[in-house]
């Protein structure tokens, strides 16, 4: 009986004996040879290790003896140490947006689950990773970093709901790019390392946490960096019950918790980029979804555009002399200024009245004539083209572009202006415009019904149902008027009559988003922007269509008919090969795509 006992003895201790490399951050004396703390069992049998322990990170890196650590720092990545891009709620839909970020649309993976839309941040991976993805740091937290990488007792840790499968190489290269060393990387893995599955990220960080906190019993406190609310919450209720559970049954003893909720930083990708991203996500799924003998729960998708109105975009330089030209005449505060756009057509522009004009893309000279305001609540200036003989088309009798409005004005009022007060010579300037669509993009099920105007469908009331909250956002959409409007529109003698009167309303929205699927659906909670890998809030911003939204014309959108590339690892980012100037990098081969 005696030599059993000593077999068990010695399998125990070889089994707590870690091995690896050494760690380099903060010297030697942090680092033992996976001496257990506690027993050697692991985590299984309630009892934890630096060995057991290591199996959560993703670097290599000998762990630090757990009596040599006082205080753990825990550091999320996304949008918390490092500028994320969002789906960008100005080129999608808000149903679309909930789809990108759900793990049950794209077989492949959604927004979240695709490394190729983090490798498309700035520009790519390529020309980013030299330069160390500067500009795209929440500065405050790598100096917070930096501080815990010189703290001997402390643990410094990244702890992200990214999955390890798709994200360790890259969020690997991103960090050391920046000369961040931490002792754990954590990312959720598809099983966890007892066999645990996790149906959520704050299931997986919890679990997570507590192996740390029990292999490291001598921390006497925790300070966790997180950006999203609902997950700062969630650590309080976690870390609050795990202490209360201390005075019951004692497993290391409390420890002074903090959750720091850290200014969201979460910014988008070039719209272009995005588009092209988010086709080749579409064109992997479809590539599996058509190799599967039997159709299941998925089916093919494709981009679909809504155009609600076609105007003279006006450039942001010129939105600012057209503001200050009305500004004396501006109450000082309920006032919301647009400034963007001389609308041609509510809807898409008829071919006709589109070819008159010389496409999309032409470029049209305005010079200011007067200013006009109606019931102290809207107020525009007028406009003549230059030179006059230019051929165009708009629509309100007058050519016009609508400065600000305050309280229930709708820029459609402008055509209620009755006189016109002249602007004097030496305040009177031109400016350049450019034909183009406010058009939203969505994705739908490839067999579904086309229709590149708005998706209404025909033969029914105006309104009928939209995706999401499409509804709200045609009402969002200033620029047109209803059908009892009495103004008509405007083409120049050089063109004849012509376009169309839609059925449009204005007036700015003051609804979020709606209508998400189950899942990461629905918009980033609280101030805007994604909230969370797995579970999302409702949008608090005004986020709908409007009037006043200056943004690039996506116009010339078409999906993409090209064939779809073999599918590799899902869609995933490649760390080396891959097309021409690299993910994100804004090649030609973008064009096909947008």
């Known amino acids: 009986m005696f030599l059993p006992r000593i077999l068990l003895v010695i399998r125990q201790l070889v089994r707590g004996s870690g091995s690896g490399s050494m760690g380099s951050r903060l010297g030697n004396t942090r680092y033992g040879n996976g001496v257990p703390n506690g027993s050697a069992n692991g985590p299984a049998n309630g009892l934890y290790t630096i060995t057991a322990l290591s199996r959560w990170s993703i670097l290599d890196a000998q762990l630090p003896v757990p009596d040599k650590i006082s205080t753990i720092h825990v550091y999320d990545f996304d949008n918390t140490l490092f500028q994320t891009p969002l789906p960008n709620p100005k080129l999608w839909n808000s149903t679309t947006l909930g789809r990108l970020g759900s793990p049950d649309i794209f077989v492949n993976g959604g927004w979240w689950h695709d490394s190729r839309i983090l490798a498309a941040t700035g520009d790519g991976v390529e020309r980013e990773e030299p330069r160390a993805w500067n500009g795209w740091w929440n500065e405050k937290i790598v100096e917070l970093v930096r501080l815990s990488m010189k703290q001997k007792d402390a643990l410094c840790v990244l702890l992200t709901g990214r999955s390890e499968r798709g994200f360790s190489d890259l969020i690997k290269r ?243 202006i009755q006189q016109w007060q002249p602007i004097p010579p030496d305040k009177a300037f031109a400016f350049e415009s450019e034909v183009g669509e406010k058009v939203m993009l969505r994705i739908e099920p490839e067999e579904g019904a086309e229709d590149e105007s708005d998706g209404f469908q025909k033969g029914r009331r105006k309104y009928a149902k939209l995706d999401g909250d499409d509804r709200q956002q045609q009402r969002s959409t200033s620029g047109g008027h209803g059908p009892n409007s009495s103004r008509g529109y405007h083409t120049s003698n050089y063109q004849g009559r012509g376009g169309s009167r839609g059925g449009f309303r204005g007036g700015p929205s003051g609804r979020g988003y709606r209508g998400a699927p189950r899942g990461r659906g629905g918009g980033r909670g609280g101030r805007g922007g994604y909230r969370s890998l797995d579970d999302l809030g409702t949008r608090e911003t005004q986020n709908g269509v409007s009037y006043d939204d200056n943004f690039p014309s996506l116009g010339g959108y078409q999906a993409s008919s090209q064939p779809a590339p073999p599918p590799q690892q899902g869609g995933q980012w490649q760390s080396s090969g891959g097309p021409p100037g690299g993910f994100g990098a804004g090649g030609a081969d973008l064009q096909k795509f947008y």
Request: charged residues 25%; hydrophobic residues 40%.
């Open 174 to 416: 991103i960090v050391t790019s920046k000369g961040l060393e931490f002792d754990m990387i954590g990312l959720k893995p598809e099983v966890g390392p007892n066999s645990e599955r996790f149906s959520s990220t704050m299931l997986f960080k919890q679990a997570f946490l507590k192996a740390v906190m029990e292999t490291y019993k001598h921390a006497q406190e925790i300070r966790i960096y997180e950006d999203r609310p609902k997950h700062v919450a969630g650590f309080k209720e976690f870390l609050e019950a795990y202490n209360e559970q201390q005075h019951g049954v004692r497993t290391r003893g409390p420890i002074i918790a903090e959750v720091i909720q850290v200014a969201d930083i979460s910014t988008n990708l070039d719209p272009v980029v995005e588009v092209a991203e988010v086709q080749h996500l579409i064109n992997n799924h479809n590539a599996i979804v058509g190799s599967r003998s039997k159709r299941g729960r998925t089916e093919r998708l494709t981009i679909r555009k809504t155009v609600f109105f076609t105007s003279y975009m006006i450039k942001p330089e010129d939105t600012k002399r057209l503001i200050a030209l009305v500004a004396p005449h501006l109450p000082e505060n309920e006032v919301k200024y647009q400034a963007n756009a001389i609308i041609i057509t509510p809807r898409p522009c008829p071919s006709h009245v589109l070819e008159k004009i010389g496409g999309m893309h032409a470029k049209m000279q305005w010079g200011v004539m007067g200013i006009g305001s109606w019931e102290n609540n809207l107020w525009a200036v007028s406009l003549r083209p230059v030179p006059s003989s230019a051929p165009y088309h708009t629509d309100s009798g007058t050519p016009s572009v609508v400065i600000a409005t305050r309280r229930a004005a709708r820029p459609s009022d402008v055509n209620k």
